[in-house]
């Protein structure tokens, strides 16, 4: 962690990929990084006395960011699995998510997973989302840069599904305007989000999961929960 010449204050460089609504997305006025996981990594750098610093990567790239040295810590809805847990540490879970299927509003051919074989699918590179897709027969896989452009191809026609996490998936529902739009009620994965560190880091991920606790003990986890979700 660097030292902000100015202040003195410790910073923590935080990595994400600032288009995952409402997890990380830039505010449409200010541009500032916004959402769940951008109040709750501030929160926890406050913990930690520690001024937040935010860089926006591509998904496929915050590992490799971190493994560089150019970020202490990754929060970007990343879902803790095995294959990642030989690269890096996480922090114990703080969001329970699964992947779901976004098809037209009026596509009636496409009612559960099995449905997809043979179909063209959009997906995020790097994500648990494109991991499941390439597991169905004779689908064509289409991989995009972010979640935003997996939306765009189905609305383009490009794609016949999407698979993503479920909370973006409902957020892009709610708030897109986008009325031909449907998502299935299946939901096909359990995932755990966890906010990353480096593997030279253990003391890093010590401090943020003691900071993690503190916040749920005293409730503003909770808060923002509810700021982004609802009680
Ligand atoms: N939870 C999924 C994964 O870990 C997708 C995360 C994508 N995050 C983002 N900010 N684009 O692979």
Redesign the pocket.
Known sequence: QKKDAASSEKVLRVG?????AP??FQSEDSKEYTGF?MDLIRAVGKEMGYKVDIQNIN?DG?IPSMEAGNIDVII??????DE?KNKVLFSKPYYQ?G?TIVVKGDNDAIKEFKDLDGKKIAV?I??????EAKTIPNAVVKEFN??ADTFMELKAGGVDAVV??RP?NDYYLAKSGEKNVKRLSEVLTA?D?GIAMSKKNPELAKQIDEALDKLKANGEYDKIYETWFGK
Do not use: H, P, W
């Open positions: 994400c990929n600032a288009d995952f997890f990380e996981d998904f915050l970007s809805g990343m879902t803790i699995n990642r998510s992947l995020q790097g994500t648990t989302g494109a991991t972010s979640s993503n996490d973006v995932e989000y």
